[in-house]
Nanobody
Framework: QVQLVESGGGSVPAGGSLRLSCVAS????????RAWYRQAPGRSRDLVAS????KTRVADSVKGRFSISGDKSTIHLQMNSLNFEDTGVYYC?????????WGQGTQVTVSS
């Protein structure tokens, strides 16, 4: 089993920055797909950023503002120039083949 614990959410004015972190414990595979998703109120859970096999990807909506980094057991999401549309619950995700694990979610609120 793998447990994911997130931290770093909070409230921030538009234009501000936050850094989210996710620490994984348990049996981790070497090249798991690691990612951050977010879910705004009334909307689906969408992929924000990911990395695997040394390659990182970010969604077009956050390109140039968000970046993902980390190692085998920890991932971070650096969020800059936050705007109201970035508000939502952010979830970290680790996956490998048929296994998938989600964090409990951390709230990010951007005020205008």
């Amino acid at each position: 089993q793998v447990q994911l614990v997130e931290s770093g959410g909070g409230s921030v004015p538009a234009g501000g920055s936050l850094r989210l972190s996710c620490v994984a414990s348990g049996s981790l595979d070497n090249d798991m797909f690691r990612a951050w998703y977010r879910q705004a109120p009334g909307r689906s859970r969408d992929l924000v950023a990911s990395f695997q096999s040394g390659k990182t990807r970010v969604a077009d909506s956050v390109k140039g503002r968000f970046s993902i980094s980390g190692d085998k057991s920890t991932i971070h999401l650096q969020m800059n120039s936050l705007n109201f549309e970035d508000t939502g619950v952010y979830y970290c995700y680790f996956g490998w083949q048929t296994k998938e694990y989600w964090g409990q979610g951390t709230q990010v609120t951007v005020s205008s």
